[in-house]
């Protein structure tokens, strides 16, 4: 649940947007990714959120039907355009996101009272549609109803302090989420954003879990991922070496990997077998440009562990 959108990849090696001339766009959006990278693990899959009357959602819509994505929750609107983001590299490699705010943020908290929350295995929300209004009552009003229904509430923080007026209002909003949510998982870079630059992953794990959820993973890039919870169960899992060609939509993989093993434990806390799977996901999808290009099915994910044993 939360932002769709269409994402516009610098294709001509420029590292700055503003100087940018070819772009290739794929679809995207944190919370869509999520739902095309569990359908294709086999998980039947959602979306809840908003688009616009024009091409692009259009686009969106026909996309994730072919990816076997119920859409029954994807509401159209005239009162703002599809939401577009745009993606680039630095010079040193480092990805960038700006974000062309539009229809996505009009989701409504009647949007989701008549989305089935209920009903559902799990919700997954991100933080990017709590930074405005009316998306941000939206998310809250999910999650509460989620949590006070026994569903398990996965968030995948993915915090974009360019969106927020003030980074400091993210806190308190992402702590209010963390404390009813049975996953938080997080970048070190969200962590930081969220406690400060000088931020530990040993510091961030515990912050996060202060907030109150059951579980929290923290994610680096290619140096790796942690996971503990609030009982006993922690520890530490190398990054899978890839020939990495464009890194969004990993944390999506990830994160939809990992719901699926816990899924499949009936939510137990995430094992460290677990988190490498997951890890694994997010590494093939690093191997393919486009949010959801790289994002692998059960078979590519299983045969890949295979040929990375232990």
Same mark, same amino acid.
């Given at each position: 649940?939360?932002?769709?959108?269409?994402?516009?990849?610098?294709?001509?090696?420029?590292?700055?947007?503003?100087?940018?001339?070819?772009?290739?766009?794929?679809?995207?959006?944190?919370?869509?990714?999520?739902?095309?990278?569990?359908?294709?693990?086999?998980?039947?899959?959602?979306?809840?959120?908003?688009?616009?009357?024009?091409?692009?959602?259009?686009?969106?819509?026909?996309?994730?039907?072919?990816?076997?994505?119920?859409?029954?929750?994807?509401?159209?609107?005239?009162?703002?355009?599809?939401?577009?983001?745009?993606?680039?590299?630095?010079?040193?490699?480092?990805?960038?996101?700006?974000?062309?705010?539009?229809?996505?943020?009009?989701?409504?908290?009647?949007?989701?009272?008549?989305?089935?929350?209920?009903?559902?295995?799990?919700?997954?929300?991100?933080?990017?549609?709590?930074?405005?209004?009316?998306?941000?009552?939206?998310?809250?009003?999910?999650? #509460?109803?989620?949590?006070?229904?026994?569903? =398990?509430?996965?968030?995948?923080?993915?915090?974009?302090?360019? @969106?927020? $007026? *003030? %980074?400091?209002?993210?806190?308190?909003?992402?702590?209010?989420?963390?404390?009813?949510?049975?996953?938080?998982?997080?970048?070190?870079?969200?962590?930081?954003?969220?406690?400060?630059?000088?931020?530990?992953?040993?510091?961030?794990?515990?912050?996060?879990?202060?907030?109150?959820?059951?579980?929290?993973?923290?994610?680096?890039?290619?140096?790796?991922?942690?996971?503990?919870?609030?009982?006993?169960?922690?520890?530490?899992?190398? #990054?899978?070496?890839?020939?990495?060609?464009? =890194?969004?939509?990993?944390?999506?993989?990830?994160?939809?990997? @990992?719901? $699926? *093993? %816990?899924?499949?434990?009936?939510?137990?806390?995430?094992?460290?077998?677990?988190?490498?799977?997951?890890?694994?996901?997010?590494?093939?999808?690093?191997?393919?440009?486009?949010?959801?290009?790289?994002?692998?099915?059960?078979?590519?994910?299983?045969?890949?562990?295979?040929?990375?044993?232990?």
């Amino acid at each position: 649940m939360g932002e769709i959108l269409i994402d516009f990849i610098v294709a001509d090696g420029t590292s700055s947007l503003d100087a940018a001339e070819t772009f290739v766009a794929r679809c995207g959006g944190a919370p869509a990714n999520a739902a095309v990278a569990l359908a294709r693990l086999e998980v039947p899959s959602a979306f809840c959120g908003i688009a616009g009357n024009d091409p692009f959602a259009s686009r969106l819509r026909t996309a994730l039907a072919g990816e076997h994505v119920d859409t029954s929750r994807l509401r159209q609107t005239g009162v703002k355009a599809t939401t577009l983001a745009f993606a680039w590299k630095d010079l040193r490699g480092d990805g960038h996101f700006w974000l062309l705010r539009g229809a996505d943020t009009l989701l409504t908290a009647g949007d989701v009272k008549n989305a089935g929350i209920r009903d559902l295995v799990a919700l997954v929300v991100g933080s990017v549609s709590l930074a405005e209004q009316p998306s941000r009552s939206a998310i809250e009003t999910a999650v #509460a109803m989620a949590y006070e229904s026994n569903v =398990p509430v996965v968030f995948d923080v993915n915090l974009r302090p360019t @969106l927020w $007026a *003030r %980074l400091a209002d993210a806190v308190p909003v992402c702590a209010t989420i963390a404390a009813q949510s049975f996953l938080v998982k997080l970048s070190l870079d969200d962590a930081r954003g969220l406690f400060g630059t000088n931020t530990s992953p040993p510091d961030a794990i515990a912050h996060t879990l202060a907030f109150g959820p059951r579980a929290v993973v923290l994610t680096d890039g290619d140096r790796g991922c942690w996971f503990a919870d609030r009982e006993s169960e922690s520890g530490f899992v190398p #990054a899978f070496v890839v020939d990495a060609i464009e =890194p969004t939509g990993a944390g999506d993989a990830f994160t939809a990997a @990992l719901i $699926a *093993r %816990l899924i499949e434990s009936s939510w137990a806390s995430p094992t460290r077998d677990d988190v490498r799977y997951a890890a694994a996901a997010g590494a093939l999808a690093t191997t393919r440009s486009g949010a959801w290009d790289g994002l692998p099915n059960r078979t590519q994910l299983d045969a890949f562990l295979r040929a990375h044993p232990n």
